[in-house]
């Protein structure tokens, strides 16, 4: 099973939460496709449980504010 390194390209501040550039989360995953696009419950989750970060909330799930690059 593959494991991504889920990285915050630029520094974003919205609806009273900040995610600032380089800021990462690893999931793993059952598929080895982009999980930004194929599995975004799984990375919000991370975010929320793992920093805090609710990135629904600040609209910042999306391949214009997250890179994904697969570690294992």
């Given at each position: 099973m593959p494991i991504y390194r889920i990285t915050v390209?630029?520094?974003?501040?919205?609806n009273g939460q900040r995610?600032?550039?380089?800021?990462y989360v690893d999931i793993q995953t059952y598929s080895y496709?982009?999980?930004i696009y194929?599995?975004?419950?799984?990375?919000?989750?991370a975010f929320l449980y793992q920093r805090g970060v609710d990135l629904k909330k600040m609209?910042?799930?999306?391949g214009?504010?997250?890179?994904?690059i697969r570690i294992g």
């Open positions: 390209i630029s520094t974003r501040i919205s995610i600032d550039k380089g800021l496709a982009n999980p194929n599995e975004k419950e799984k990375v919000a989750n609209g910042a799930l999306n214009s504010c997250l890179n994904a």
